[in-house]
C-alpha cells in the first residue's frame, strides 16, 4: 500500500460547493488544487484557509473551456504534488432562460462551462490521473425534473451523466472510478 499523499484537483473550488469540497478532502488529508477561473482572491482564501487547518493546497487559474489552460493546471498539480488522485468536476454556471429565447451567448456559456470544461479535465485525467484513483462530476438534480427555464442547463449536466458512464467503462483495468452526484439547491 503507497503511504504517497493523494492529490485532488477541485474545478471551480474559489467559493461554494467547490470550496466546500476542497477544504473537505484537505480535512481527509488529500493535497488540493483549488482551481479557479476569474477569482484569485477567493480561491488564495481557501488556500489560506487549508493551510490553517494542516494541510496543503495551491491555486491555480484555469478556464477548464480552454484545454490548453486544463493541460497547465495538471502539470502544475504533477510539479506541486507529483500527480492527481482525485478529480472533482465542479466548476459550472447556471443561466435560465425559455428555450425560444436564449441568445447564443447563453448558450454557448454553459457548454463551455459546464460540458466543455468537464470533457477537458476528463480527458486529461484519464490519461494522466493516477491508478486507482478518483473523477467525480458534478450533475443537478434539474438534469431529469424538466423545469421550464432550465432547458440548456439541464441538458449539460444530463450530457456529463452520459459521459460518466461512459468514461467509468473507459477506466476498467485501471482501477479508477468515474461518478457523478447531483446535487440539489445549495
Known amino acids: ?11 471551480g473550488a474559489s467559493r461554494g ?18 482551481n479557479y477561473a476569474g477569482s484569485g482572491a477567493a480561491a488564495a482564501k481557501v488556500v489560506a484557509e487549508i493551510e490553517k487547518s494542516g494541510g496543503k493546497a495551491v491555486a491555480a487559474q484555469a478556464d477548464v473551456a ?6 497547465r493546471m495538471f ?10 488522485d482525485v478529480l472533482i468536476n465542479n ?12 441568445d447564443d451567448a ?35 438534480s434539474v438534469a431529469t425534473l424538466k423545469f421550464e427555464t432550465y432547458g440548456i442547463y439541464a441538458a449539460t449536466k444530463g450530457a456529463i451523466e452520459v459521459l460518466t458512464g461512459i468514461l467509468a467503462k473507459e477506466m476498467r ?3 479508477i472510478t468515474v461518478n457523478a452526484v447531483a446535487p440539489g439547491p445549495t
Open 1 to 11: 500500500m503507497s503511504t504517497q499523499t493523494k492529490t485532488a484537483l477541485v474545478t
Open 17 to 34: 460547493i467547490g470550496a466546500a469540497i476542497a477544504t473537505r478532502l484537505a480535512k481527509d488529508g488529500l493535497n488540493v488544487i483549488v
Open 66 to 71: 480552454d484545454p490548453a489552460a486544463v493541460k
Open 75 to 84: 502539470d502544475l498539480a504533477e510539479s506541486a504534488f507529483g500527480g492527481v
Open 91 to 102: 466548476a459550472g454556471i447556471m443561466k435560465l432562460s425559455a428555450l425560444a429565447e436564449a
Open 106 to 140: 447563453l448558450i454557448d456559456s454553459q457548454i463551455d462551462i459546464n460540458l466543455k470544461g468537464s470533457i477537458n479535465t476528463m480527458r486529461e485525467a484519464a490519461k494522466r490521473l493516477r491508478d486507482g484513483g478518483r473523477i467525480v462530476n458534478l450533475s443537478s
Open 173 to 175: 483495468g485501471r482501477g
